[in-house]
């Protein structure tokens, strides 16, 4: 802790009270609401020039906290209706209730951090904050990134990053909306997860980063929540995470560890390959809020026993269906692109509906529905054996798959959504290289 809380917080009850019976009545008022007083180091802005300040923090670490008096002291004057930093500040969360009730209403909130004669207006149906100062903060949701085209902002406040959806897209829009000013900036607080705009967000010159565990609030968290996590988690990689608030280079126990994925990329030109098939795991939904459908082109060399054979992934074709069966256009775009002798699609949630729309599209195209009877990580656990055996290569430029497929472990999906590009690779690879052995419930049409 920094020199004001941690020094009442370390001596004794004495001199505590004699320091508190020296402040008069106002001071006594104003206490709670100055944070520099209370504030412990992560949670302290960094000096110099910076661009985004990223919070790491543990479960319960204080970061909420921390991203809410950012925000006071930016749109803050040295008295009630002075001007701050600041005039227009996004707040961007993961959905608009997840903002309103944390960023906003929270406990650790704006509401509840600011003093009662600063205090904004909350005015519901513009989702927006209001200052006596007439600084205003306007809330977002990253589920729907084309918000964030067309508004500007002199600062912004981003919770839980690493966990959002569509974060790339999101977080992209929103650089272009910090250009008010002469040096708009960005507080983000966050659990620390290994995504690629997480990577790419910390290796910047321009971003500045402080970081605590969860015990280092243990003095506002009950002792029987620190002992029950530290009992489950502590030493884990997901405690090393979601506790130590430790951003992980590499998922521990992940599928395809990030060593192997390097070694599997080649730049040869791609052997004639005696089949080639188009795996698809078609999305349920469309519209911004839909899941990826993924859509994978792999194909193999047959030459000799089974053990012998090799695999190539050839293109990662995914995309987010937006209505009308792009999804299976884009499908049969592949495979006929790529010259390839069969779709695979998997029909556990649209049936016999995802076939008939790729009939729709193409009714000469050779379709094999599959259905899964086992998770995602399990199905993936043979493919993933394929590699270890030096079996598979890859076509460059399959980052985005690559990605989705170091954070496939064992034990399930960690990275945010669904793992459809995964999903769509191991029905590629189970129809090439596994046989009907690793292809249950599964019919031709």
């Known amino acids: 802790m920094r020199s004001g809380a941690g020094w009442i917080a370390s001596v004794p009850p004495a001199a505590q009270a004699s320091f508190l019976s020296g402040l008069t009545d106002a001071e006594l008022r104003a206490l709670p609401f100055l944070f520099d007083f209370w504030a412990m180091d992560h949670q302290v802005p960094p000096a110099g020039d910076w661009r985004n300040w990223v919070i790491l923090g543990g479960r319960g670490a204080g970061k909420t906290r921390a991203g809410a008096e950012w925000v006071r002291a930016q749109v803050e004057g040295a008295r009630r209706d002075d001007p701050g930093r600041c005039r ?100 983000v607080t966050t659990t620390p997860r290994p995504t690629p705009v997480m990577r790419q967000l910390l290796e910047r010159e321009s971003t500045r980063v402080t970081h605590a565990p969860t015990s280092a609030n243990a003095a506002n968290l009950a002792a029987s929540f620190l002992r029950e996590v530290e009992e489950r988690f502590g030493g884990s990689a997901l405690g090393r995470q979601e506790l130590d608030g430790v951003m992980l280079t590499e998922v521990e126990g992940a599928l395809w560890p990030l060593e192997l994925l390097d070694a599997v990329r080649f730049d040869a030109p791609v052997p004639e390959l005696d089949r080639i098939v188009v795996a698809v795991d078609p999305s349920v939904s469309s519209g911004r809020a839909a899941d990826e459908c993924g859509i994978v082109v792999a194909g193999a060399i047959l030459k000799g026993p089974p053990s012998d054979w090799q695999a190539w992934v050839l293109a990662d074709a995914t995309v987010r269906p937006s209505g009308g069966g792009d999804w299976a256009a884009a499908a049969v775009a592949a495979y006929h692109r790529h010259g390839a002798d069969r779709i695979v699609a998997e029909v556990n949630n649209g049936g016999d509906l995802v076939t008939r729309v790729m009939r729709v599209v193409d009714p000469m195209v050779p379709v094999r529905a599959v259905r899964a009877s086992k998770s995602k990580h399990v199905r993936a656990e043979p493919v993933a054996a394929l590699y270890e055996q030096g079996r598979v290569r890859h076509v460059r430029g399959l980052a985005a798959l690559e990605e989705q497929m170091g954070l496939m472990t064992a034990t399930g999906f960690t990275g945010g959504g669904s793992p459809d590009r995964v999903d769509a690779l191991v029905w590629a690879l189970t129809e090439l290289m596994l046989g009907p052995r690793g292809r249950p419930s599964v019919r031709t049409l």
């Open 88 to 187: 227009r500040i996004a707040l961007v969360g993961e959905t608009i209730d997840q903002a309103r009730e944390v960023m906003v209403m929270g406990d650790s909130g704006i509401l509840a951090c600011c003093p009662p004669d600063r205090r904004p207006q909350w005015i519901a149906g513009r989702r927006l904050l209001q200052w006596p100062n007439g600084a205003e903060a306007m809330l977002f949701s990253a589920h729907d990134p084309e918000a964030l085209r067309g508004p500007q902002f002199d600062g912004a406040w981003v919770d839980e990053l690493a966990k959002w959806r569509k974060d790339r897209d999101a977080w992209d829009m929103l650089q272009f909306a910090l250009r008010l000013g002469d040096d708009p900036r960005c507080c």
